[in-house]
């Protein structure tokens, strides 16, 4: 008796999914995360990401769509997670001149510790942003930090220890410049300049000056 032809699996069949699926998305997302920030978008091919999370091309384009659709994902968790990280924070819950040491604390911290983060937002400033415009919902995720900088800056000028002019995407252009400049420039800075700015004692420093740096900024000035 002869056997049944297998069916061929087209294109719009699931894969079959043997793996526990949010498990599995987030081990696509880890993954990528380093495959883009390390090849760019250009440079970083699906193959090879599915050969490091033991699944299957076929099974990435189905959870995203496509390359594209992966790296807006990859863009778009980056983000979510250093946001997430300030709202546990609880920021809110501190005398404003403690919150703003403990944003700056943090956002400094966080770029230290995630070289991934810096080289990604590094590549998509190549591209202009243009898959970050795409997201619709990254306006809104990076929406919390200012809420959060409003804030703290309200209660302070209320309680007359910050100025009353200052504008909060200013305050976090100033926090983030710095921090994500000493990575993202590091190899090119330490070139120049002999410096090694992953050195412990000059980041001590460097955490130091860009606390004083914007407590300066938000003083009340007398006179």
């Known amino acids: 008796m002869s056997k049944m032809p297998k069916k061929k699996a087209t294109a719009e069949q699931p894969p079959v999914v043997t793996r526990d ?72 819950d501190m005398e404003p001149r403690a919150a703003m040491r403990k944003l700056i604390e943090l956002t400094f911290d966080y770029d230290e510790t995630h070289p991934l983060f810096i080289s990604l937002v590094s590549v998509e400033n190549i591209h202009q942003a243009k898959h970050l415009t795409n997201l619709t919902s990254i306006k809104d995720v990076n929406q919390s930090v200012i809420r959060t900088l409003t804030s703290i800056l309200e209660r302070g000028r209320k309680e007359g220890v910050f100025r009353a002019d200052l504008d909060p995407v200013d305050v976090h252009l ?23 700015l992953s050195d412990p004692k000059l980041r001590k420093r460097h955490k130091k000056i860009i606390i004083e740096a914007v407590e300066r900024l938000l003083e009340v000035r007398k006179g």
Do not use: W
């Not at 778009?76 to 990280?85: C, F, G, N, T, V």
């Not at 710095?178 to 590091?186: Q, T, W």
């Open 21 to 92: 699926p949010e498990a599995s998305v987030q081990d696509i997302l880890a993954v990528a995360t380093e495959e883009f920030a390390i090849n760019g978008l250009s440079g970083a091919r699906v193959d090879q990401i599915a050969e490091r999370t033991r699944t299957s091309k076929r099974m990435i384009y189905y959870y995203f769509k496509g390359k594209e659709g992966l790296y807006q994902a990859v863009l778009e968790k980056a983000y979510m997670d250093i946001r997430a990280l300030e709202e546990k924070a609880k920021l809110l």
């Open 174 to 196: 100033l926090i983030s410049a710095f921090c994500f400049f000493r990575v993202s420039n590091r190899h090119t800075f330490g070139a120049i300049f002999d410096r090694d």
